[in-house]
């Protein structure tokens, strides 16, 4: 059963315009989420996260949105720029016991920013 | 700052031949380590981590293994590879506690043939 789940496997967005990137998830312990970005052989680059107790989160052209009565958050990117170009994987946080909090990702959606 | 490290970058086995793929992270201590295993196309999948020196939680049976000799050292190894093991291994690191943001290293790309 898959816990995150990102919707859309690509995406393609026109350079200067809002990408926007969506996921879904069906654990309600889900407590902090995250997003990344990966490029191809490379190791994914964190981006930006969000507690559950909040409902948005800015750093600079990222913006996280969580509606938590949804079970769902949106990454938007504006502008976005074709170095953007990537695969974004959502992940969510739970407590899995004995000091550990483990990542569940979703399968990542590849944005393709078009100049 | 913290760094995390992963060698080889590339691998090249033959079917039945021993796998030992280690990872490093510097500028932390006590991190709670993690191996991942992203299959062409797909999303990560955790295979094991760790939240101190000998203590290894695997999370998918199968014939990989993992070791945690040093604080800053995960080891993942293999005795005899399969063709499904193939695939593009990540190792992770996170602090002991919230909040609990996981940084990857550059990557392992194993090919099994």
């Known amino acids: 059963d898959q816990q995150v789940k990102q919707n859309s496997p690509s995406l393609s967005v026109q350079e200067g315009r809002i990408s926007i990137l969506n996921c879904d998830y069906t654990?309600?312990?889900?407590?902090?989420f995250l997003w990344y970005k990966k490029y191809p052989a490379e190791g994914p680059t964190f981006l930006i996260s969000?507690?559950?107790?909040?409902d948005k989160n800015e750093d600079g052209r990222f913006t996280v949105f969580l509606n938590k009565s949804a079970k769902h958050l949106s990454l938007h990117i504006v502008p976005s720029q074709p170095g953007d170009s990537a695969v974004y994987f959502c992940?969510?946080?739970?407590?899995?016991?004995?000091?550990?909090?483990?990542?569940?990702f979703g399968k990542g959606t590849k944005l393709s920013v078009i100049p | 700052s913290q760094t995390i490290h992963q060698w080889p970058a590339t691998l090249v086995q033959p079917v039945g031949s021993p796998l030992s793929l280690e990872c490093t992270v510097e500028?932390?201590?006590?991190?709670?380590l993690y191996w991942y295993r992203q299959a062409a196309g797909r999303g990560l999948q955790l295979l094991f981590y760790?939240?101190?020196?000998?203590?290894i939680s695997s999370e998918v049976p199968q014939n990989l293994s993992a070791s945690r000799p040093q604080d800053r050292q995960f080891i993942l190894s293999s005795k005899k590879l399969l063709l499904s093991d193939s695939g593009f291994y990540l190792c992770?690191?996170?602090?002991?506690?919230?909040?609990?943001?996981?940084?990857f290293g550059p990557g392992t790309r194993l090919l099994v043939l």
């Open positions: 969000i507690s559950s107790i909040k």
């Open positions: 760790s939240v101190g020196i000998g203590q």
């Open positions: 500028g932390t201590s006590n991190p709670n």
């Open positions: 992940a969510a946080s739970a407590y899995s016991g004995a000091g550990s909090y483990q990542l569940t």
């Open positions: 654990n309600s312990m889900f407590d902090y």
């Open positions: 992770a690191w996170s602090a002991g506690a919230p909040p609990v943001t996981q940084y």
